[in-house]
């Protein structure tokens, strides 16, 4: 079965310095691995996805994340956090062996991230 | 386009009550979602529908309805509402061109009281 483990309920960083958010997965097959985030009193908003190709993708805002398959991570990163980039941000993995609605997006449970001015 | 859209933004219900949460899309997606956000447990899927006509219980179905009117529109009910669908809900819907990436919609907060 596919699951997400999004570690940290909260992170918190200076804006300027550099920001992680974690993200681990479970899959049977490839994975095809989302950010989303919600700002306050809104819907989720696509940032980044990988699918295959290049480790490191690079998505809206400054936002990257890094594909790890030894570890099977997905981390989020952002060389210089700003204030606005405080929001709640899902990680999501579904498998990439099959196409359709049937197979599920699954979600983690989210990391608020809190950046201090 | 809109994207995905969703009424109400609020609502406020009492034990018992039913009520119909509507979700539209203007994307002319296949694949369209219901889910439920609640602190610490992230998004629970509760139906889905993967054409028009036919639907399916995700994660957590019970006390919940669902009919996909057509292409466009994916309505949620709640028969008798209780405390414990106190939440927000989101509508969502699936590209398949763009290797499923699903879309969102602004959301439902709902009370129970």
């Known amino acids: 079965a596919q699951s997400v483990a999004q570690p940290e309920d909260q992170v918190n960083v200076a804006e300027g310095n550099p920001l992680t958010v974690k993200c681990t997965y479970s899959?049977?097959?490839?994975?095809?691995l989302f950010w989303y985030v919600q700002y306050p009193n809104r819907g989720l908003q696509f940032l980044l996805k990988?699918?295959?190709?290049?480790?490191l993708v690079k998505g809206s805002y400054g936002f990257e994340a890094e594909f790890n398959k030894s570890q099977t991570s997905f981390h989020l990163k952002k060389p210089s956090a700003l204030v606005s980039d405080s929001a709640l941000y899902f990680c999501?993995?579904?498998?990439?062996?099959?196409?359709?609605?049937?197979?599920?997006?699954?979600f983690g449970t989210g990391t608020l991230l809190a950046v201090q001015p | 386009n809109a994207g995905v859209t969703q009424t109400p933004k609020f609502q406020v219900l009492k034990t018992g009550q039913s009520m119909t949460l509507q979700c539209a899309q203007d994307?002319?997606?296949?694949?369209m979602y219901w889910y439920r956000q609640d602190p610490g447990m992230g998004l629970r899927l509760i139906y889905y529908?993967?054409?028009?006509?036919?639907?399916d219980k995700g994660e957590v179905p019970n006390g919940y309805n669902v009919s996909r009117l057509n292409k466009r529109e994916f309505s949620l009910r709640l028969e008798s509402a209780a405390p414990s669908q106190t939440s927000v809900y989101f509508c969502a819907s699936l590209s398949e061109s763009s290797y499923n990436e699903q879309f969102f919609g602004p959301g439902t907060r709902l009370t129970v009281l």
């Open positions: 529908s993967a054409s028009e006509g036919t639907t």
């Open positions: 999501a993995v579904r498998d990439g062996r099959y196409g359709g609605a049937t197979n599920k997006l699954i």
């Open positions: 899959v049977s097959g490839n994975p095809y």
């Open positions: 994307m002319n997606h296949n694949s």
């Open positions: 990988y699918i295959t190709g290049d480790n």
